[in-house]
C-alpha cells in the first residue's frame, strides 16, 4: 500500500463505518479520492465497507481503529494516516456521541465522554494533521450540529461540545490560513437518532413540521456538502454549512 507517486487526494474520515460517515467515506471515494476509514465499535461495517470500496478501485480505501477518547491515541491516528499512501490532504472530523444529559443528574464521567470525543478529539487531530495537510494545501471539515446554535432540552453537554467545535472551526481556519482550510458541515434533522435516544412518531412528525422544505434530509446531502467544501470551496475557510432545509429559520 505504500506507493511513492499517489495523485489522488488521501482523506481520513473518523467514525466512517456507519451512518452519515460512511456515507461520506462512499461520496468521496466515488470521486477519486484514496479513504482512510476510521471506527472504534464499528469494526463489521467499516471492514465492510472497505473491502467494498477496493472491490471498485483497487489500494483506494485503508482502515484504522482508535478509540478516540483516549488522548494518547490521537497523533497515532494521524501518522499512520499519513504512511499508508504517504500524504494526507483532508480530515473530516465526523465521529460523535450523541447522549442524553439531563441537568442535575449530570456526571464528570459524562461530562468527559461527550467533550472528549465531539471537541478535544476533533482539535489534536487537526493539530497533528496539520504539518500534513499544508504540505498540499488542504482542508478541515468539521461535522458540526445545527444545536451548536440552538440548544436541544435535556441535551446540554452535546449541544456545548458542538457550540465548542464550531468555534474551533472558526478559530483554527485563521490559525491555521492561508496554508490549510478549516471548514464545517452543520446537518439538521437527516438520520434519527437510536436506541435509548429513539423519538416516537409524533415527535418525529413536530420536528418535519419545523423544516421549510417539509422532508427529512439524507447522508447523502451531507457527503456531498462535504465534498464541495473539500473539492471545490477553494476561497472560503471558517465557515459553518447548515444542511438542515431551513430547520434554522424557526429558532
Not at 78 to 106: C, H, M, P, Y
Not at 190 to 207: A, D, R, T, Y
Not at 229 to 235: H, K, M, P, V
Not at 239 to 249: I, K, S, T
Request: net charge positive.
Amino acid at each position: 500500500m505504500h506507493k511513492k507517486f499517489i495523485k489522488a487526494k488521501v482523506v481520513l474520515i473518523t467514525g466512517a463505518g456507519r451512518r452519515v460517515g460512511a456515507e461520506i467515506t462512499r461520496v468521496l471515494h466515488e470521486q477519486g479520492m484514496n479513504v482512510i476509514l476510521h471506527y472504534n465499535f464499528s469494526e463489521k461495517e467499516a471492514k465492510k465497507l472497505c473491502t467494498a470500496l477496493n472491490k471498485k478501485r483497487q489500494n483506494s480505501a485503508a482502515i484504522l481503529a482508535a478509540d478516540l477518547s483516549v488522548h494518547a491515541n490521537l497523533d497515532p491516528l494521524i501518522q499512520q494516516s499519513v504512511k499508508i499512501w504517504g500524504r494526507l490532504d483532508a480530515l473530516v472530523n465526523n465521529a460523535s456521541v450523541f447522549n442524553k444529559t439531563e441537568i442535575g443528574d449530570i456526571s464528570n464521567v459524562e461530562w468527559d465522554d461527550l467533550l472528549n470525543i465531539n471537541l478535544k478529539a476533533p482539535f489534536f487531530l487537526a493539530q497533528a494533521a496539520f504539518p500534513h495537510l499544508a504540505r498540499h494545501q488542504g482542508c478541515i471539515v468539521n461535522i458540526i450540529d445545527i444545536h451548536a446554535e440552538r440548544p436541544m432540552r435535556d441535551y446540554p453537554v452535546y449541544c456545548i461540545s458542538k457550540a465548542g467545535l464550531q468555534m474551533m472551526t472558526k478559530t483554527l481556519a485563521r490559525e491555521f490560513g492561508p496554508d490549510v482550510r478549516v471548514n464545517a458541515v452543520s446537518p439538521g434533522q437527516v438520520i434519527w437518532p437510536e436506541g435509548e435516544n429513539e423519538l416516537s412518531s409524533v415527535l418525529k412528525h413536530k420536528i418535519i413540521d419545523r423544516i421549510p422544505m417539509q422532508r427529512q434530509g439524507s447522508p447523502n446531502e451531507i457527503a456531498k456538502a462535504v465534498s464541495f467544501l473539500i473539492s471545490d470551496a477553494t476561497y472560503i475557510t471558517g465557515h459553518d454549512l447548515a444542511v438542515d432545509g431551513g430547520r434554522l429559520l424557526f429558532g
